[in-house]
């Protein structure tokens, strides 16, 4: 554009000075400057359309394909054919092909052209001024001075043509890279700033954990230190039912401030990286009554009874620590809640997943104990959020466990919810990838179908 519009301004001081030095006692003169003027006239409204044409597709935005294909051949081809009439028309008045040349550096310098385009135009230029001059010079030496006078400019224009696109395709990817490193740096940068906020996010989380798992710890030691002190003191030695009543309180105490340690510990270890993850085939029913079979004096002393229908022929990859924690944790958070003389059940469903070509199963640990509220829903599994609540007997708890149920099941690569009413209970569902297809002891337990709370 900047070329196009320079060339217009000359075209028209070109055209202007011809035209008023026209006088001339020479006819051949005068003839000569009248074709100038033509030439001049033609070249320069050419340009002076190319430049208007430039500038609206620039101003519309739809100027890459053209000014950086079509226009660069276009104005190339306007110049230099301008050029070389203007140069064999002079022969007539004189021997110069200083517009022929001049044409070839300005062409050079402006213009970036590929460079086996540039030949091919190059040599259409050369053979048309070749042509011209062995047509307008009648003198032999003039004429040979001039054609190889052309042929070096032209030489010259595409070598330093050559130079100006070597060097453009220098920067050009020079540039392009720059860009890419600085569009990596951008997308490091955006990566760094998440980062960042996830490790506020999950300094912010642990922070409130841990004063939280301080504010739980306080209380079962607290009353361990209390009960102790008056035990120490002989308080109750006359009165051996208070006393045990005492003792079984301080063990209530110890065991709650054993399993809260517990589980820190397996969170810990968890959070580390430090447990490792070993599946094997393990059958889910055993599973379930070695867990029932572990808290079965916890349900006896609420006189609970544990119903576990899981399907005998389910077999599960699981590891066989990670899998016992989680349903020690789910069974135990069942008769916690669950009122005494009541039923605490676990089942199984068997489904699969066409999409996925993949057998699962779900298994439920239902309770129909005190429920939870929606808002208790939302803050479980989150390890900032303090959602807990005596059990019905006033049992203690962290929420630790939780957390560490819904941190193994994914390790398993299967997905935990949760299902509550206030009132009327909760269930908990996993469901887990099974290997193989399904047993021939059925879809489902029957149990299992059976296990709902109303209107959930």
């Known amino acids: 554009m900047v070329l196009t519009g320079a060339c217009f301004p000359l075209s028209v001081i070109l055209f202007l000075f011809y035209y008023l030095n026209m006088e001339s006692e020479n006819s051949a003169t005068i003839e000569w400057t009248r074709q100038v003027i033509s030439i001049d006239l033609i070249a320069g409204t050419i ?138 740096l951008e997308n490091n940068y955006s990566d760094l700033l998440l980062s960042s906020e996830e490790l506020s996010r999950a300094n912010s989380s642990k922070d409130k954990f841990f004063a939280i798992l301080a504010h739980d710890l306080r209380g079962p030691i607290s ?54 993850f070993n599946p094997v ?62 039923e605490v059940e676990i089942g199984s469903e068997y489904y699969y997943d066409q999409k996925d070509k993949t057998s699962f199963v779900k298994i439920s640990v239902c309770d129909h104990g005190v429920g939870m509220t929606q808002e208790t829903l939302n803050g479980l599994f989150k390890i900032d959020r303090k959602v807990l609540f005596p059990g019905t007997n006033n049992e203690t708890g962290t929420g630790l466990g939780l957390i560490l149920c819904h941190d193994f099941v994914q390790k398993h690569g299967g997905t935990i919810e949760v299902k509550s009413k206030q009132g009327e209970g909760t269930i908990f569902m996993i469901k887990l990838p099974v290997p193989g297809q399904i047993s ?5 337990s029957k149990k299992a179908q059976n296990i709902s709370i109303s209107n959930l």
Request: proline share 1%.
């Open 47 to 184: 340009i002076l359309v190319l430049f208007f044409l430039t500038y609206f597709k620039y101003k519309k935005k739809e100027h890459k394909d053209f000014i950086g294909g079509i226009l660069p051949d276009v104005v190339f081809m306007v110049i230099a054919i301008w050029g070389v009439l203007s140069s064999v028309l002079e022969q007539s008045v004189t021997s110069s092909i200083i517009e022929f040349v001049l044409a070839c550096a300005a062409c050079s310098l402006c213009l970036l052209i590929r460079p086996w385009r540039l030949l091919l135009y190059l040599s259409l230029i050369f053979l048309l001024f070749y042509a011209g001059i062995l047509y307008a010079q009648t003198d032999h030496k003039i004429r040979i001075f001039n054609i190889a006078n052309g042929f070096c400019a032209v030489v010259i224009c595409f070598g330093l043509s050559l130079m100006q696109w070597r060097n453009h395709m220098i920067r050009f990817r020079q540039n392009r890279k720059i860009q890419e490193q600085n569009k990596a």
């Open 223 to 276: 009353s361990t230190l209390a009960l102790t002190d008056l035990l120490e003191e002989g308080f109750f030695e006359t009165d051996e039912s208070e006393r045990k009543r005492m003792y079984r309180l301080l063990q209530s105490s110890l065991d709650t401030t054993a399993k809260l340690l517990e589980n820190v510990l397996l969170w810990s270890r968890n959070q580390t990286g430090s447990i490792n």
């Open 281 to 342: 085939e393990v059958n889910l029913y055993e599973v379930i009554q070695n867990s029932k079979s572990f808290l079965q004096i916890v349900a006896a002393q609420k006189d609970i009874q544990v119903f576990n229908t899981v399907d005998k022929g389910v077999h599960i990859l699981a590891d066989v620590d990670m899998i016992n924690t989680i349903f020690r944790n789910l069974i135990s958070n069942a008769i916690k809640f669950t009122p005494n003389f009541g």
């Open 440 to 444: 021939a002891e059925g879809k489902h």
